[in-house]
């Protein structure tokens, strides 16, 4: 089932693109849909982009909901194993 519920947000990184090109990322979306590639009936969907460089400029992901829960859990222990003076 969709939510149709999607989250914006701004952030500050870099992703490697089509070309093997990296570029800097500006613009999150999340959303939990039917995805377009991978293979399974709903996804959660991440896109990374920076909007100034028009649609190319853009690096997407479609997990299941227990992948997704899987990078979570993932980054939030890389977090919290690094030292406050290097989290800025």
């Given at each position: ?21 990296w570029?800097?990322?500006s ?62």
């Open positions: 089932m969709c939510t149709y519920l999607t989250v914006k947000d701004r952030i500050d990184g870099s992703a490697k693109g089509p070309g093997g090109a570029f800097h990322v613009d999150v979306t999340v959303y939990f849909d039917h995805p377009v590639h991978a293979m399974a009936e709903h996804t959660l969907n991440i896109d990374l982009t920076d909007p100034s460089k028009g649609p190319g400029a853009r690096v997407a992901l479609e997990l299941t909901a227990e992948s997704a829960r899987a990078l979570v859990a993932a980054i939030q222990e890389a977090l919290a194993a690094v030292p406050p003076e290097l989290a800025g």
